[in-house]
Every structure is written in structure tokens, then in C-alpha cells.
């Protein structure tokens, strides 16, 4: 059964707003103008083969970070990374601004690690904004630095600073963490920003919109100069750009972002014409396609009602969001990747930089509030030259 079409009729907006919010007014952004104009975009784009001109072969990288890089499966660089992997190693800052799914994690990682083997003074600190991107980058490390006595500490909320404490003492080359419990770490001397002289800022755009403008000035004013600095969000706004003109010494920047979504995502609406919601979904989720599914709402409350709703359908599902403490996060995330569950309902704690492989459907259940919000909650999805399929309630 065909449940959805993305032939649309009559006006939209693309901008809703939730009327009646009791505490706080929601915009909402309605996709379906920003699909019927990027599908007539796409149209007409003819996509050219990729060709790298840097080869993981031919960098001058450690033996064993190739081995490492061949061993993780990686081939081929992806345009970020065949851009930015050279200037990084040259002790280049740098901007880049990439389409989600990129793989721009390894193209700072690897050559951060190179560097770090290659000298012992070498510091380096990692900021994201949320905890599960820390997880996953902290991950891709310890695959990369395999066989090269490179340690790493992973400094995040929602559990104890006891343990983070204890490994900092042990001077480690990487640390990577969310900007709270960094400056946290930094008030109870277990971190001295100055001993620092690598920084990565990740997804910056998403940083300062939860709010963490104050933490990240903090950080960067208290950096030590020289260092090698390194920039990579998805849209440069004003408050992004004062960040980096800050924070960044005569930087090159990468851009290889074509549309604002990726072409092997099919984007859909879902009209819902009065069914509710819930009823739309357990059709869906009875079909035998929708195998690994990634549904995004609005709040914490919501998407708890909505896994416990499922679950008593007979579902297989797991929730994350900002109630949840970090231990049922992390469970809630492994147990999707190792497909133990169907369906992984979140709010938009899991819409930035999270790579889970083979996601077949991203279903936003609740409209996300802006466009930036859409185009990373569905790049959740066709990933790794992978199709899929994101949908929308409307």
C-alpha cells in the first residue's frame, strides 16, 4: 500500500506556527515547497564521478594509520576529506563546511593523528555538541589510532567527573568532550586549555544554538597561540562567523556542499488528512522495507509517549532524548546500530553528525523548526553513497 505521494497541490507555508504553545512559541518548517524546488534542481544536475586526487595511498601519513584507514574501510577519500586531509597536514586552519554524511570526522581525524604520533608535545581537544557525536568520534579514534600508543579520554555529562578526572591525569594526547562538562573539567583544574595546541570545533552551528556561545568564547580565548585550529559546521551565520574570525589564523576553506540535501535521499510528505499520526506509522512499520527506522519529534515527552504507544503495539523500539540519562543514551544508540530494535525515536539531541549505517527511513512524526533542522535529521539516512528514504507528517 502507498501511503504518500511528493506530488503537492494548492499553497503551503513554509513556516507553521504552533498558535497555542503554553510556554514557548515553535516554528515549524513544512518541507514541501523546499522539495518540489530542490527536485527541479536536481533535475537538471548531471553528477560527475568522483576522482580523488589524494589517494589514502599516497599521503604521507604513518604506515599504520593507512593499515588502519584500509582496515576501517576506507578506499577511496570522499571530496572533504581529499581536500582537507592535505592542508591539515601542511599545519593549515581550516573551514570546512560540508554536506552531512561526508565523512569530514576522518578527515580531521586522520591527519590529527598522523601529527600526534609523529611528536610527543602534540595536544589535542575536540569539542561537539552533544554527547552521542563525542561517543562516535571518540569511536572512529580508536579504530584509526589502533597499534599506535595514542590514548584518548572521552569527557561528556550525564555521568560522573570522577573517572574523567583520573584519565586527564594520565596526560592524554586526544580529548574529546561537549563544551558543558569541558568548561566544568577546566573550573576543577582537571583541564588547562593551555596546554592545547590542537583544536577541532565540531558542528559549531549546532553549538551555538543550544546555547553554548558563552562556553565556546571561553575556550577559544583561553587557547594558547600557535596552534593548528580547525572549523567544520554545516552554515555559516553571523554568530558562527564571529566565532571563527576568532578563533582561526589565516584559514583555507572547504567547501564541497552541492545541494542542501543529499541526492540519495528520496524526501516524501505524508499527508495525514485527519488519521492520526500513531495509526500512519504502525502502517509503515508493517512493511517489510522499513526495517531500520529513525523517527524524529519535537519533545522529550512525545517521543517517550510514542516508544511506549509502540511497544505495546509489539514494536521493537528504543527512545533517547535529554530525560534520559547518559548509560540509557548510549544503550538506546548501540542497540539500533546492532539493529536489536526496529525503530529509534528521538528529538534533535540525534540529528547532528550521528553516523548510523543502513538507516532505511528517517519519519519526521513532528515537523522540525527550521530548515536546518530538516536537512539534518533526514541526512541521517542515505549515507555512504547508500539510498534512503526520509518522510514527513504534515
Known amino acids: 500500500m502507498h501511503y504518500y505521494s511528493n506530488k503537492f497541490s494548492g499553497r503551503h507555508n513554509s513556516v507553521v506556527r504552533f498558535k497555542n504553545a503554553p510556554q514557548r512559541r515553535f516554528n515549524f518548517f513544512d518541507p514541501s515547497i523546499f522539495i518540489d524546488k530542490l527536485v527541479a534542481v536536481e533535475e537538471k544536475i548531471e553528477e560527475a564521478v568522483f576522482v580523488p586526487t589524494h589517494p589514502f595511498s599516497t599521503l604521507p601519513i604513518k604506515e599504520q594509520l593507512k593499515i588502519n584507514v584500509l582496515q576501517k574501510g576506507y578506499t577511496q577519500p570522499t571530496p572533504i576529506q581529499d581536500q582537507a586531509i592535505v592542508q591539515i597536514l601542511a599545519g593549515r586552519d581550516v573551514v570546512g563546511l560540508a554536506n552531512t554524511g561526508t565523512g569530514k570526522t576522518a578527515a580531521f581525524l586522520i591527519p590529527l593523528i598522523n601529527k600526534v604520533a609523529g611528536n610527543p608535545y602534540e595536544r589535542v581537544l575536540i569539542i561537539t555538541p552533544t554527547r552521542e557525536l563525542a561517543v562516535q568520534i571518540r569511536d572512529e579514534l580508536t579504530d584509526f589510532a589502533k597499534n599506535m600508543n595514542i590514548e584518548s579520554v572521552l569527557v561528556i555529562g550525564g555521568v560522573g567527573m570522577g573517572p574523567q578526572i583520573m584519565r586527564l591525569r594520565r ?200 530548515q536546518e533542522d530538516y536537512i539534518h535529521r533526514i541526512g541521517r539516512t542515505g549515507r555512504a553513497n547508500k539510498f534512503g528514504t526520509a518522510l514527513t507528517f504534515v
Not at 571563527?244 to 564541497?256: D, E, G
Not at 516524501?268 to 504502525?282: A, C, S
Open 171 to 370: 596526560n592524554p594526547q586526544f580529548v574529546i568532550g561537549t563544551p558543558g562538562r569541558i568548561r566544568d573539567l577546566e573550573e576543577h583544574h582537571a583541564l588547562n586549555f593551555s596546554r592545547f595546541n590542537n583544536i577541532v570545533l565540531d558542528e559549531v552551528d549546532r553549538m551555538l544554538d543550544i546555547g553554548f556561545v558563552r562556553e565556546i568564547q571561553y575556550v577559544v580565548q583561553n587557547l594558547p597561540r600557535p596552534r593548528q585550529s580547525l572549523f567544520f559546521s554545516a552554515t555559516l551565520t553571523p554568530n558562527v562567523l564571529g566565532i571563527m574570525q576568532s578563533f582561526l589564523t589565516n584559514p583555507v576553506t572547504i567547501s564541497v556542499k552541492t545541494t542542501d540535501t543529499v541526492k540519495n535521499v528520496h524526501q516524501e510528505v505524508v499527508r495525514t488528512n485527519g488519521k492520526p499520526k500513531i495509526e500512519l506509522l504502525h502502517e509503515m512499520l508493517n512493511q517489510e522495507n522499513f526495517s531500520k527506522v529513525l523517527v524524529f519529534g519535537r519533545t522529550k515527552f512525545g517521543m517517550e509517549k510514542l516508544a511506549n504507544d509502540l511497544e505495546r503495539r509489539g514494536f521493537k523500539v528504543a527512545a533517547i532524548h535529554g530525560n534520559k540519562n547518559q548509560n540509557q543514551r548510549q544503550k538506546a544508540l548501540t542497540n539500533f546500530k546492532q539493529n536489536l530494535v526496529q525503530v529509534l525515536l528521538a528529538t534533535d539531541i540525534a540529528s547532528r553528525g550521528l553516523d548510523i549505517c543502513d538507516v532505511t527511513h528517517v519519519i519526521n512524526y513532528d515537523l522540525p523548526e527550521s
